[in-house]
């Protein structure tokens, strides 16, 4: 599933369930003061029926005026009784007589109320005592529908549902425009990922806006990446190439003197011993060598240059007499004085870019290659 899909989802079910509990807690408040109203109008109503019958009875009134009077104060969909201790009704005032047969009559010392569910709805019943016509404390019994408050629940609950329906369809319409304004980045990184590893490039993402939130990091911090990939590229590619270079000369002064060593070695010792001293000298340089780019590769940059004086002529020559024997060129070294030139350097890393010179300028020319050692009062040049 799609982050996308998720976002949607997660928004629109948690504001779901907000309006559930929000819902439910609206519908049952307003049905628990609803039915409470419901319950004290019933029993005001009930204490002034006993009011009434009792100024009645003070009158002489007896049960038919009774009667009489408890059909003024009868409701439209419910029923008065009059209960005694026994629970037998003395008298019954009512337009259904079937509520007279579902609902049994029940005797109460004080004041009380019960809900009734009958086929047709719920019911409120109400018992209050009072005295009857022949003293005797009986319980007055008034039931009552609950269908005014039933049909303003059921307004609440078509209320309940379309404020419900107005509200999740915006937010699952917010939910997926967020998701796209948050995932917008995301998918542009995506596709430029997919091209730089399709294309072999180093593309950055285009973010004109600053990078205060989390996606404005993101997006800088995948370019920052990128600038330190493609640095390190570079970097590789570099290394490749100057490790080709720099090993290139030494194998090669290597693969000379061992052929001249296979030619001559037996029959001229002088010759012998050349060989074998430039073959460990170059085998040794390029050990050295091999150690630096090494430490090049890990970064590794310290201690890396060894100083010392070092005899420039003597270094130039040294580099020049295995040149001349491994390519067969003429190459000369030209002094600008009679006394030694003598610099404060590493002579393995001058003794390098010697090689690396003067290979050049042998790869690009075809005539005598000098190399001119002069020092003067700026210091010494090659």
């Given at each position: 599933?799609?982050?996308?899909?998720?976002?949607?989802?997660?928004?629109?079910?948690?504001?779901?369930?907000?309006?559930?509990?929000?819902?439910?807690?609206?519908y049952f408040l307003f049905?628990?003061?609803?039915?409470?109203?419901?319950?004290?109008?019933?029993?005001?109503?009930?204490?002034?029926?006993?009011?009434?019958?009792?100024?009645?009875?003070?009158?002489?009134?007896?049960?038919?005026?009774?009667?009489?009077?408890?059909?003024?104060?009868?409701?439209?969909?419910?029923?008065?009784?009059?209960?005694?201790?026994k629970k037998v009704p003395l008298l019954t005032v009512t337009e259904q007589p079937e509520l007279n047969d579902e609902v049994s009559p029940e005797f109460q010392d004080g004041q009380h109320h019960r809900f009734i569910v009958l086929d047709d709805g719920r019911y409120l019943t109400v018992y209050y005592p009072m005295i009857w016509v022949d003293g005797r404390v009986t319980t007055l019994e008034v039931t009552e529908s609950l269908?005014?408050?039933?049909?303003?629940?059921?307004?609440?609950?078509w209320v309940l549902l379309l404020a419900s329906l107005l509200i999740l369809v915006p937010t699952v319409i917010a939910g997926t425009l967020l998701s796209r304004l948050i995932l917008r980045p995301i998918q542009s990184l995506i596709r430029t990922m997919e091209a730089n590893r399709r294309q072999g490039v180093f593309q950055r993402?285009?973010?004109?806006?600053?990078?205060?939130?989390?996606?404005?990091?993101?997006?800088?911090?995948?370019?920052?990446?990128?600038?330190?990939?493609?640095?390190?590229?570079?970097?590789?590619?570099?290394f490749v190439s100057d490790a080709s270079h720099e090993l290139k000369t030494p194998l090669t002064v290597i693969e000379s003197y061992a052929s001249l060593l296979k030619r001559w070695g037996r029959e001229k010792p002088e010759v012998r011993e050349e060989a074998l001293?430039?073959?460990?000298?170059?085998?040794?340089?390029?050990?050295s060598l091999t150690h630096q780019m090494l430490d090049l590769a890990r970064d590794d940059t310290h201690d890396l240059m060894h100083f010392q004086h070092v005899d420039l002529g003597e270094l130039c020559r040294e580099t020049v007499r295995l040149l001349i024997r491994t390519t067969g060129r003429s190459i000369e070294v030209v002094m600008g004085g009679t006394k030694p030139v003598i610099a404060w350097g590493d002579p393995e890393k001058l003794k390098q870019l010697l090689f690396i010179l003067i290979d050049n300028a042998l790869k690009y020319s075809e005539d005598t290659v000098w190399v001119r050692i002069t020092e003067d009062a700026d210091g010494v040049r090659i």
């Open positions: 599933m799609s982050i996308s899909r998720k976002i949607q989802l997660f928004t629109a079910g948690m504001m779901f369930l907000l309006l559930i509990i929000i819902n439910a807690g609206i049905q628990a003061h609803a039915t409470g109203d419901e319950v004290e109008r019933v029993e005001g109503k009930a204490e002034s029926i006993v009011r009434a019958v009792a100024l009645s009875m003070g009158r002489g009134g007896d049960t038919p005026s009774i009667t009489a009077l408890l059909r003024v104060y009868l409701p439209e969909n419910g029923m008065i009784r009059v209960i005694n201790s269908e005014p408050v039933e049909k303003s629940l059921q307004i609440l609950r993402l285009q973010w004109d806006k600053p990078a205060k939130d989390e996606l404005g990091q993101m997006v800088a911090t995948y370019n920052k990446m990128m600038d330190w990939m493609e640095d390190s590229f570079h970097k590789q590619q570099q001293e430039a073959i460990l000298a170059e085998a040794k340089r390029m050990k």
